[in-house]
């Protein structure tokens, strides 16, 4: 296996000098579980996120007022991203695009009509949002672009996995990094003691780099007193096969203590296994998204970690990649959005309820505004 490379999430730039020694490349394998690195880890992603620009400012307004942008989710039925639809919608109203979500059920066949709709009805640019892969929509992508709209994708792969050259803006989050924080924290909490169910969805493309970087980070930072097991279903069976999947296994495996639904609207499917099969108690969930009825899970007790990723900050640093396409701009391949844990102690500063776009810190409000020319 690699190396893990430093955990440290550059883009939470005010704790770089703090944590940049302790969060070194690890061992290859440790012979004994690294507490201390977990610990720092851990801390590095525990602090109010830090906005970094992603690049120059510029005058968003002059240049995108007016343009038509079509959103295509993976599905809407997902919590998570319907929440970034919302919140890019409410984003482009401030710059003064005009933004339509394509509300589906995530069904290829609704993507590409929405994709016909967008091209057909004169769109400047198509978004395809948080998990649809540009390349299974080749034909549709190509002829988009002969038409003259733009296609954009953002919130679907590893920054570890290449861009796809037909798009003409991706903006990548480095979902390994998240794999990396999980593994450190059930290091910490377990004491190098694992027995982790993760649960993937292999139809998300970068599902695979984050359940390696877990995996890897069991290995080397826990060391030989911890293990896993990696079962993967499909976005459409989650509401039907998460719960047996975690049943089944929970019996066949009563020294389970860490499930990992790898995100975090799943975890709603596993908490019912754990109460059939008297787990309530010893066995823990940690999982991704910052899905705000999640978050209420936290709070209450029933989730014990999940590592969010605010959706405003997502939607604005979304628009602001396309924006700067559409203003001439280059548009780099990172959303600049920074991933932050919470867990008992900070969960009700997200709201309560939990809200989308709470619990982060206003830095990023204010910082886009700025570099937007929207002061």
């Not at 012979?31 to 968003?60: C, N, Q, R, Y």
């Not at 609704?110 to 034909?139: R, S, T």
């Not at 990992?260 to 008297?278: H, R």
Request: hydrophobic content about 40%; some cysteine.
């Amino acid at each position: 296996m690699t190396e893990l490379g430093p955990i440290f999430n550059p883009r939470n730039a005010g704790l770089a000098l703090a944590v940049a020694g302790a969060l070194a490349a690890t061992p290859a394998l440790a012979a004994t579980p690294d507490l201390d690195h977990a610990k720092d880890v851990i801390a590095a992603h525990s602090a109010t996120p830090e906005f970094v620009p992603p690049g120059p400012a510029f005058k968003a307004k002059d240049c995108v007022a007016g343009k038509k942008l079509m959103s295509i989710p993976t599905s809407s039925a997902i919590p998570f991203v319907d929440g970034i639809e919302s919140s890019m919608d409410t984003v482009s109203k401030q710059v003064g695009i005009v933004f339509q979500q394509w509300k589906n059920q995530g069904r290829p066949t609704q993507w590409i009509q929405g994709m016909e709709f967008a091209v057909n009805n004169k769109f400047d640019g198509i978004d395809l949002q948080a998990g649809i892969i540009p390349g299974a929509l080749a034909p549709q992508v190509a002829a988009a672009t002969k038409a003259g709209v733009k296609v954009f994708a953002s919130h679907y792969e590893d920054t570890t996995q290449p861009t796809d050259p037909a798009v003409a803006v991706t903006l990548k989050l480095p979902f390994h990094e998240v794999g990396e924080v999980i593994g450190n924290w059930i290091t910490l909490k377990t004491g190098g003691h694992a027995n982790v169910l993760i649960i993937g969805s292999d139809d998300v493309l970068p599902t695979k780099p984050y359940a390696k970087a877990l995996e890897d980070t069991l290995d080397k930072v826990c060391g030989p007193g911890c293990k896993y097991r990696y079962v993967g279903v499909t976005i459409p069976d989650w509401s039907t096969k998460i719960q047996t999947v975690a049943q089944s296994s929970l019996i066949a495996d009563p020294t389970i203590n860490y499930i990992v639904p790898t995100y975090d609207s799943m975890a709603q499917f596993v908490i019912p296994a754990l109460t059939i099969t008297g787990h309530r108690k010893d066995v823990k969930i940690a999982t991704f998204n910052g899905t705000p009825f999640i978050i209420d899970m936290v709070r209450k007790g029933d989730v014990e970690m999940d590592v969010g990723e605010s959706l405003g900050w997502i939607a604005r640093a979304t628009l602001d990649g396309y924006m700067r396409n559409f203003c001439g701009l280059p548009s780099g391949e990172l959303l600049n959005v920074p991933l932050y844990i919470f867990d008992s102690s900070n969960a009700a500063s997200a709201g309560i309820p939990a809200n989308f776009d709470q619990g982060y810190g206003d830095k990023h409000i204010a910082g886009f505004n700025k570099l937007w020319g929207m002061e």
